[in-house]
């Protein structure tokens, strides 16, 4: 029996010996397999902090580069903007040239009125002195006691032409068919006025026309009669500087 318990104890020792150095050899594959894949992961980092410096080197290479660049072109741009602005005062120093423009020959069929000239109503027959204006479009006559009725079934006006303010002064009454209204605005005042437009036919030296006229009262003016753009276009050219071209003046 002894030896039975002799036998069992040392086979259990036996048993405990081998158990134990298993242990050990697993504990020491487990370190090493561990340092291994340290010293692996220390390497795949060394290696992307390699890689990342690199590009980090390269990209500051081409920054240094680009500024290189810019520094060129900016000292390019001062020297255009500097040609440019000697160019502009050397241009703006030179004395213009003097533009010659050929005087235009007045054609010989080309009728001159001077800037006052005396003018006929074939209606009533008797002349009145008129300033020619160019500055006015339309042509105007002086007209007081305006009067409106109707002819045959048309609208006329008759009025006062006669600007003479003596007391006993004859009027010069003319009518004549309302063609329309116009809306006037003088320069000196801002609101339009609403004047009555006729035509009639004038005389003015060899020129015949039937000429339209907006009706006012113009006794605060010096000319009874104004002749404007639409009378003159195509027929005449005005000589500011000279009067009675193509008329005598009135004889008082």
Request: glycine share 2%; charged share 25%.
């Amino acid at each position: 029996m002894l030896k039975h318990i002799v036998i069992l104890s040392g086979v259990l020792v036996l048993s405990g010996c081998v158990s134990s150095q298993k242990a050990q050899e697993e504990e020491r594959q487990f370190r090493q397999e561990s340092m291994q894949a340290i010293e692996t992961s220390e390497q795949n980092i060394t290696q992307q902090l390699d890689a990342l410096r690199t590009t980090i080197e390269s990209q500051n290479s081409t920054i240094v580069s680009l500024q290189d660049n810019v520094s060129v072109l900016s000292r390019r741009v001062d020297n255009l903007a500097k040609q440019n602005a000697r160019q502009l005062l050397d241009e703006s120093q030179k004395k213009p040239e003097p533009i010659v423009i050929p005087a235009t020959p007045i054609a010989e069929t080309q009728t001159v009125l001077g800037s006052i000239e005396m003018v006929e109503f074939e209606q009533i027959n008797q002349s009145f002195e008129a300033r020619i204006d160019t500055g006015a479009a339309t042509s105007s006559l002086n007209a007081v006691d305006i009067q409106e009725f109707e002819r045959n079934g048309n609208k006329w006006v008759r009025f006062n032409l006669s600007t003479d303010k003596e007391e006993n002064a004859e009027p010069v009454w003319m009518e004549a068919p309302l063609i329309r209204y116009a809306k006037v605005r003088q320069s000196n005042t801002a609101k339009a006025e609403r004047r009555a437009v006729i035509e009639l036919w004038i005389k003015l030296g060899d020129i015949r026309e039937k000429a339209q006229f907006t009706l006012a009262d113009r006794s605060h003016m010096t000319h009874a009669v104004l002749l404007g753009r639409e009378f003159i276009k195509d027929i005449a050219l005005v000589d500011v500087s000279k009067t009675y071209v193509q008329t005598k003046p009135q004889q008082q």
